[in-house]
Each structure stands twice: as C-alpha cells, then as structure tokens.
T-cell receptor, first 114, second 116 residues
C-alpha cells in the first residue's frame, strides 16, 4: 500500500525567509506523480506544484521548488521569499501510475510571520 | 475561471438524520471525486466516478453512504443515518480524467458537516 508521511505538523517562518517542508512516501510502483497542495484557512485546496517520477529535473513554480530524491523516496517543498499569503496547510500527495485518486499526507501547518 | 461548486457550505444535523451534499464539477471534466477530510488530517477518497460510472468506492461505507452521478455531470453524496463520527469536511474534486496523475484535480470549497 502506498503511504505519504509528513513529519512536521507545524512550522513557522519569517516573511521573506525560506522554508522547507518535508515529505516521504512509500510505493512499489515505478511510474507515479507527486504533488504539493495548499489549503488556506477556510478556502479551497489548490495545486502548488507537481513532479513526475520519471523526470529527474526538480519542478519549479516561481517561489516554489521541490527536491525530489527518488531513491530515498523523499519529496520536499522549498518556499523562497515567504509571503503572508503563504500561510496555509500544505499537503504532500501521491498518485500511482495505475490509480486515479490522490493519497495525502497529514499535512504541515505553515505560519508566515511579519 | 471555472471552479468546482459545492453546496451547502455548512451543515449541522442530528445523529440518525439523513444529509446530502451536492457537487457541480468544472464543465467537461469526466472524472469526479468525493473526499472526506477529518480535522487535522489529509483528505481520503470516498468515491471516484468516470463519467456516470463508479471507478472506485472501496473506502465508501456503503451501509450508510451512497453516491450518484446521473448523466455524468453533477453528483450527490448522501449519508443516512448520520453518525457522530461523520463530522468532517467533504470535498469534491474534478479532473479531465485520462491517464492517472497526468491531469490536475481541482477542488471545491467543501461542505463542513457537524453531527450532534
């Protein structure tokens, strides 16, 4: 069975600083996708960034980037130049190549302080 | 920008009552998902539809939960009878479908259910 583990229940960072959120996963599949989703307070979940397992290059979206270590089954999210609007729950998620539903971690609550 | 619509946004019901949630996916999205998110945890899939057909309902408590997607567009999730442990956020998501993972899932705002 696939599992996703986020070991940091809560984190905080000063505005304009950089923060890294950790995620590890377990799967026997060779083809899969990894995601980071953001869920702001009382707002809907939105996709932050996506990584395809067969791509060696780490995905980047503006201030968000990932460190994908396939052998270690690690998928961390780095947020650069943190902004107050980055305050949210962040969920790491996985889809195997043969299934269509996301498997989520328990989330990391990120607070950006002014 | 097109969004996934859900209603109601909040629902309070008494134990043993029936409750229903509605979801309208983004137009053209063939795949629709219902997730349950318990406070402080990540969402967990309840049911997945491809058009009007159920693809995966292995985690749906079928003795009390039912879901349908007539005509392959909007969907209804029903709980009867509701139990205290059903208190959670119910999220609907949709995607274009096709190759698993290749298409982004778009989430609605959710329905917050409180069972008293």
């Amino acid at each position: 069975a696939q599992t996703v583990t986020q070991s940091q229940p809560e984190m905080s960072v000063q505005e304009a600083e950089t923060v890294t959120l950790s995620c590890t996963y377990d799967t026997s599949e060779s083809n899969y996708y990894l995601f980071w989703y953001k869920q702001p307070p009382s707002r809907q979940m939105i996709l932050v960034i996506r990584q395809e397992a067969y791509k060696q290059q780490n995905a980047t979206e503006n201030r968000f980037s990932v460190n994908f270590q396939k052998a270690a089954k690690s998928f961390s999210l780095k947020i650069s130049d943190s902004q107050l609007g980055d305050t949210a729950m962040y969920f790491c998620a996985f889809i195997g190549g043969s299934q269509g539903n996301l498997i989520f971690g328990k989330g990391t609550k990120l607070s950006v302080k002014p | 920008e097109a969004e996934v619509a859900q209603s109601p946004r909040y629902k309070i019901t008494e134990k043993s009552q029936a409750v229903a949630f509605w979801c309208d996916p983004i137009s053209g999205h063939a795949t629709l998902y219902w997730y349950r998110q318990i406070l402080g945890q990540g969402p967990e899939l309840l049911v997945q539809f491809q058009d009007e057909s159920v693809v995966d309902d292995s985690q749906l408590p079928k003795d009390r939960f039912s879901a349908e997607r007539l005509k392959g567009v909007d969907s209804t999730l029903k709980i009867q009878p509701a139990e205290l442990g059903d208190s959670a956020m119910y999220l609907c998501a949709s995607s274009l479908g096709g190759l698993a993972g290749a298409y982004e899932q778009y989430f609605g705002p959710g329905t917050r259910l409180t069972v008293t």
